[in-house]
């Protein structure tokens, strides 16, 4: 955080979502159309990047058009981790992505269950036939002179 005002700085925000995103340096520089030493500099805050640049950077990290709101919740998340007071908009992303992640869990645990319990029915089927197997039915041989 940029220890003047207490704020995400533009380079920080940008590290940290080229991270998330799972992104390499040279990766998210080739997109943006700048050289990696460049992007490097502009995350650890050495060089300050023109407007477009930063445009085209916002763009290819995948917030283009609301890379200030981003970094807000961003510079809110970080605070929460230290342990810091949260604004109520904050809070609310917070809330609303934990309620998201429960949900989404609840899913994938009730589709595993019930894969579990298919799974287990088909285990019972299968030892049923083992322990009981049919005999196998035995043809009659036609009467001796009629082929």
Do not use: C
């Not at 763009?59 to 605070?79: E, K, N, P, S, Y």
């Not at 589709?111 to 322990?131: F, H, I, M, Q």
């Amino acid at each position: 955080m940029d220890e003047q005002n207490g704020a995400l700085t533009w380079g920080l925000m940008v590290e940290t979502l080229r991270t998330l995103r799972r992104f390499k340096q040279t990766r998210l520089a080739e997109a943006a159309g700048i050289s990696r030493s460049s992007l490097s500099d502009y995350e650890l805050g050495k060089l300050d990047p023109p407007a477009d640049v930063r445009e085209r950077v916002e763009q290819a990290i995948g917030v283009g058009g609301w890379a200030d709101t981003a970094r807000g919740l961003l510079a809110g998340l970080l605070t929460a981790t230290e342990g810091g007071p949260v604004s109520p908009d904050v809070d609310e992303v917070l809330k609303k992505a934990a309620a998201e992640l429960a949900a989404s869990a609840e899913t994938l645990l009730r589709a595993g269950l019930e894969e579990l319990r298919r799974l287990g029915e088909k285990d019972r089927a299968t030892e049923a036939k083992l322990a009981h197997p049919r005999l196998p039915l035995q043809r009659r041989k036609p009467p001796a002179g009629k082929a």
